[in-house]
């Protein structure tokens, strides 16, 4: 007997042949489904990270590299108006600093002598060179052939202003032998020996990479004041001692047995008092010629 297998076509139908309902009632096949990507921000470029700027300083003209004397700053520029700020120091001969992205200026001073250079950090390394225009001056004084000992001298040193020679300050109170880092330039300098009226000045160049040396001679003397009852006796204790001119200024007071003084080379009045009583003497100052000044104390 033979098996009969029916098999209807409706069965294997393909899925684009399938109608659907809804396909029906709007007349036409549905519109494929469409599929965009989302409009997204555009992505930030990373941030720059810190780098390092190393620093040097040379001495302009002769090129000689500075390896002392240095202090460094760097001044973050701001963009609304603000005063820079410093945000890193050294007073190394090379220093390094690690900076963020910005505008900095880095500066440099060398005694009174100082350079600048205005740098961006934009994520990497920087090596930068500063010159330095400077001198230095180098100062002692003499009375004739001999030296004047380091601590009965002193040194002030101006900036000429117009015609004025002392018009500005630069440094007071500088010592024999010290070393004065200057701008090239000219200047005034003072120089005092002792505490009254023995001074001297004079007008000095300052050249780039150069030590200028001087040295300034004073006409001056050291007198010894004493009060005595005769010539080379005992001086008095607590004696009071005024210095003046011919004229009548006073140039020095003293008060003691035996006090010292520093006189420029010249004629002087001296004015002892001792319990009440009051006793003069002219004397002259001769340049070199230290001495003892007695004034005889005569009874009546």
């Known amino acids: ?130 010159r330095v225009a400077a001198g230095a001056l180098k100062l002692s004084g003499a009375v004739g052939d001999q030296k004047i000992p380091p601590g009965e001298v002193s040194f002030s040193v101006f900036v000429p202003v117009g015609t004025n020679s002392e018009g500005r300050l630069v440094r007071g109170g500088i010592k024999t032998g010290e070393l004065l880092r200057l701008p090239e330039g000219t200047y005034h300098v003072v120089s005092i020996y002792g505490e009254s009226n023995a001074i001297q000045r004079a007008d000095l160049r300052v050249e780039n990479g150069k030590v200028t040396e001087a040295t300034l001679n004073h006409r001056a003397a050291t007198v010894t004041l004493k009060l005595v009852a005769a010539p080379g006796a005992e001086a008095f204790a607590g004696t009071a001692f005024s210095v003046l001119t011919p004229g009548g200024d006073t140039i020095r007071e003293a008060i003691g047995a035996f006090p010292q003084v520093t006189l420029a080379e010249g004629d002087y009045v001296l004015i002892a008092r001792h319990d009440g009583q009051v006793y003069t003497r002219e004397f002259k100052v001769e340049s070199g010629l230290d001495r003892d000044i007695e004034v005889v104390a005569k009874s009546g």
């Open 1 to 130: 007997m033979a098996l009969a297998i029916l098999v209807t076509g409706s069965a294997l139908v393909p899925a684009r042949a399938q109608q659907d309902p809804l396909q029906n009632r709007l007349g036409g096949p549905l519109p494929s489904p469409s599929i965009t990507t989302p409009n997204l921000p555009p992505a930030l470029p990373s941030a720059e990270p810190d780098a390092p700027l190393a620093l040097s300083a040379l001495l302009s003209g002769p090129g000689i590299p500075l390896r002392q004397g240095l202090a460094w700053r760097i001044y973050e520029e701001a963009n609304d108006g603000v005063r820079p700020s410093i945000v890193a120091r050294s007073t190394e001969a090379e220093p390094r600093f690690v900076l963020a992205p910005g505008t900095y200026t880095a500066t440099v001073a060398y005694g009174f002598a100082s350079a600048s250079k205005r740098i961006v950090m934009a994520g990497q390394p920087i090596t930068e060179t500063l």
